[in-house]
């Protein structure tokens, strides 16, 4: 009776690593990236005369504190920097 071995099926890492990084470099450079745009807000003009007082209406105003515990403060209530968007 013949004996037949069987040999451990191996696989050639080196080129697996260059696939990885040639993968790496395609994805890197075919994505785009959003950068943020910010706020969006329409600022009053400049005022140049003595009396710059406008009419603004309360429901467009927010008031933004910090206290002397330096603590945020968003309509007299005391917010985390975290929960701030």
């Given at each position: 009776?013949?004996?037949?071995?069987?040999?451990?099926?191996s696989?050639?890492?080196?080129?697996?690593?260059d696939?990885?990084?040639?993968?790496?470099?395609?994805f890197?450079?075919?994505?785009?990236?959003?950068?943020?745009?910010?706020?969006?807000?329409?600022?009053?003009s400049i005022?140049e005369?003595?009396?710059?007082?406008?009419?603004i209406?309360?429901?467009?105003?927010?008031?933004?504190?910090?206290?002397?515990?330096?603590?945020?403060?968003?309509?007299d209530?005391?917010?985390?920097?975290?929960?701030i968007?």
């Amino acid at each position: 009776m013949k004996s037949f071995r069987r040999h451990a099926a191996s696989v050639n890492a080196g080129s697996m690593a260059d696939i990885a990084f040639l993968l790496l470099i395609f994805f890197l450079v075919t994505t785009t990236i959003s950068a943020d745009k910010g706020i969006l807000r329409q600022l009053p003009s400049i005022c140049e005369s003595g009396d710059c007082v406008a009419d603004i209406a309360e429901r467009n105003l927010l008031r933004v504190r910090v206290n002397e515990q330096q603590q945020i403060m968003i309509e007299d209530r005391v917010v985390k920097l975290t929960e701030i968007k």
